[in-house]
């Protein structure tokens, strides 16, 4: 029996994107509520309050805080393309959440400062940014594959540079192993010029298939996130 389907503006279609965005924002605060706040004598001066490890905390949680608000935009954009949902594209979403509230734990494990030199926590963070990419991509796919969304010239562009990102990360994991975390950390890095880059190769692209410049740059901005 075919799949049903809840077009957009039904009841059915709005619970769907609120139970989305609730998992993005509930995973978000987790990552808050996993800090441990330093004790009374960390706060007697900057030295103690820096040794007590809880600047590497804010540094994962920053990190993280910004991953999952761009994960969330992504679902955000792609969900507001969508003319309907069906099972499929439900169970895709549910997969690609089931790794956005897993990274409140992997960022604890990864700040956890007697983990300083194991290289796991990192490589499990990557990981996990990993599939959630993959999984967030393999929503699209599926939507244009029922038929429940355009397959226009500027969705391939961005479906061309998903694996950008699960790149960056998957480099991080050999790096990790051979030389520490910190260097894995590093290697996160290469995101600040594939952006730029990516951008003016999606730019170009959007110019010779004759397509409006702010086309190209939504188009972009997906593909850096």
């Given at each position: 029996m075919a799949?049903?389907?809840?077009?957009?503006?039904?009841?059915?279609?709005?619970?769907?994107?609120?139970?989305?965005?609730?998992?993005?924002?509930v995973a978000i605060t987790l990552l808050i509520v996993d800090i441990k706040p330093p004790t009374a004598e960390h706060w007697a001066s900057w030295d103690a309050f820096a040794g007590s490890g809880v600047l590497d905390q804010l540094l994962a949680f920053t990190i993280s805080f910004f991953v999952i608000a761009n994960f969330w935009k992504v679902n955000h954009r792609l969900m507001g393309q969508v003319?309907?949902?069906?099972?499929?594209?439900?169970?895709?979403?549910?997969?690609?959440?089931?790794?956005?509230?897993?990274?409140?734990?992997?960022t604890a494990s990864m700040s956890e400062s007697t983990l300083d030199s194991q290289p796991l926590p990192v490589v499990v963070y990557a990981l996990s940014i990993i599939c959630a990419s993959l999984a967030q991509h393999v929503i699209w796919v599926i939507a244009v594959r029922r038929g429940l969304t355009e397959d226009t010239a500027a969705a391939r562009r961005r479906s061309a540079f998903t694996?950008?990102?699960?790149?960056?990360?998957?480099?991080?994991?050999?790096?990790?192993?051979?030389?520490?975390?910190?260097?894995?950390?590093?290697?996160?890095?290469?995101?600040?010029?594939?952006?730029?880059?990516t951008s003016a190769v999606q730019k170009r692209m959007a110019e010779r298939d004759?397509?409006?410049?702010?086309?190209?740059?939504?188009?972009?901005?997906?593909?850096?996130?």
């Open positions: 799949s049903r389907s809840y077009a957009r503006g039904t009841i059915e279609f709005d619970r769907g994107l609120t139970f989305f965005d609730a998992i993005y924002a003319d309907a949902l069906d099972g499929a594209v439900l169970n895709a979403n549910i997969v690609a959440m089931f790794f956005i509230v897993v990274l409140p734990f992997t694996f950008v990102v699960p790149a960056v990360f998957a480099l991080s994991i050999p790096v990790a192993f051979l030389f520490g975390p910190d260097p894995a950390r590093y290697t996160w890095l290469l995101l600040l010029l594939t952006g730029p880059v004759g397509e409006p410049d702010d086309e190209a740059q939504h188009g972009a901005t997906a593909a850096s996130e």
